[in-house]
């Protein structure tokens, strides 16, 4: 959500500590293990060291229960397994960068420096056509399967690339200029469940990545509790460097919106924006009835149901039970609650973060659209010209008769405000000197 988070914003070095929440732990000596699984403990990591709270067994490091080690040391990350999954569908082997290439540490740096734009394959080669059918029926090389958008015939792919030692899966589809998108903090929330029907639009256009943001979805349940939105901005930028994405697109939902204004404005962004859209992220929320379903989930599907009704207008979502059961297994797989919940919390006697409202918009030097949900529950009415007005190169737009997920409740709404605004800014500048003549 827009801060529902409520995690400090300061732009401090990665001294701070934070945790593995995946999986069950077990006691014993050894390093700790950035872990997912049925068999991880919990890595504790102070001032870049990682030490173990619960020392893992010796199948740590794979996950859902497969072999292996992968241990934090210094910030750098070593391996003897690592595996390319997809929810289920895993293989184990030697350590695996992306699409399978074997390197001798997690070791995501086999595919830095390569810019996009200068082709129009995407990750090992793969590609969504114009006609919206993906590389190959099933599955693409190495492991990466490629699922059909359900709501489009197009595809995209899920891979898995290691940052920093940290498993980050993330959705890839189209080619052309790279286009980063982030998912909001609710509870349940994913690259796939936020953005499913955006990304067969832009893949037409523009090489779409959707990353699950760290807590979230299947990368790496960790929070770090004196900078926890600090981490998450920081992963998403080794992200992008890991990749070879020097310049790019984003596009933000509530609190990858409100993580976007946080990096735009801090003295010193890392994040490598182009132009920005924010939705839904940036103004205050509204207390309330749907404000508290936010924070009270209890793992329970009637408490999901209330924050879905609190996300959309229509209550077509909340009626909808395998829709709320969905959210609900995002929400409850292992180490998620947890993740998210502790993000929440706070020291009674320390300051509060932030207002989102309280950052100086006049830093952002990128051209920038926000965009609100005309029948948004959580932020009040006109937030977002105000906040457009506060930035030198922004424009706001309202999406009626849409709560706080607009690209879900009116994608086509939405992807055409996303496609005008995108194709404006990827038009070439007039060369110096030139004049308009008519």
Request: charged share 20%; with cysteine.
């Amino acid at each position: 959500m827009s801060d529902v988070d409520r995690e400090a914003t300061g732009e401090r070095d990665h001294g701070g500590c934070w945790f593995v929440l995946e999986g069950r732990g077990t006691s014993g000596p050894g390093p700790g293990a950035v872990a997912e699984g049925d068999h991880a403990g919990s890595s504790v990591v102070l001032g870049g060291q990682t030490t173990s709270a619960l020392d893992p067994d010796p199948h740590a490091a794979g996950e859902r229960g497969h072999g292996g080690s992968s241990a934090v040391r210094g910030g750098q990350s070593t391996s003897e397994s690592h595996l390319d999954t997809v929810g289920d569908r895993a293989h184990a082997g030697p350590a695996v960068g992306i699409d399978g290439h074997s390197t001798s540490d997690l070791v995501p740096d086999a595919v830095a420096g390569r810019k996009f734009g200068e082709s129009s394959a995407g990750l090992g080669g793969h590609r969504t056509s114009e006609s919206g059918q993906g590389p190959g029926a099933e599955r693409g090389r190495a492991g990466a399967s490629v699922v059909p958008d359900r709501h489009s015939t197009s595809s995209y792919v899920h891979r898995t690339l290691v940052v920093d030692g940290l498993r980050t899966h993330f959705l890839e589809a189209g080619a052309g200029e790279p286009v980063v998108l982030l998912h909001g903090g609710e509870f349940g929330a994913s690259a796939e469940i936020g953005w499913e029907k955006t990304i067969a639009a832009l893949a037409r256009r523009y090489h779409v990545f959707a990353p699950d943001m760290l807590g979230f979805g299947e990368s790496a349940k960790v929070v770090d509790f004196t900078d926890g939105r600090g981490l998450r901005i920081r992963h998403i930028a080794r992200f992008c460097a890991l990749l070879g994405i020097e310049s790019a697109y984003f596009v933000g939902n509530s609190m990858g919106a409100v993580n976007l204004l946080a990096d735009t404005t801090a003295d010193h962004p890392v994040l490598p924006v182009r132009a920005m859209v924010t939705i839904c992220g940036g103004g205050r929320i509204r207390a309330g009835e749907h404000m508290q379903a936010l924070y009270d989930f209890d793992a329970t599907l009637p408490a999901m149901r209330r924050i879905v009704t609190a996300l959309f207008a229509s209550p077509a979502y909340p009626a909808d039970e395998d829709y709320v059961r969905r959210r609900f297994d995002s929400a409850t797989a292992p180490g998620a609650w947890e993740a998210i919940a502790a993000a929440r919390f706070r020291r009674p006697d320390s300051p509060p973060p932030p207002a989102p409202g309280d950052r100086p918009f006049e830093r952002i030097q990128v051209p920038a659209l926000v965009v609100e949900g005309g029948a948004d529950k959580l932020l009040p009415p006109g937030w977002a010209a105000e906040l457009a007005a506060r930035i030198p190169d922004a424009r706001s737009a309202v999406v009626e008769g849409a709560g706080h997920c607009p690209q879900l409740e009116r994608p086509e709404a939405v992807n055409a405000l996303l496609l005008d605004f995108l194709d404006r800014q990827s038009r070439p500048a007039p060369a110096p000197g030139y004049t308009h003549t008519g």
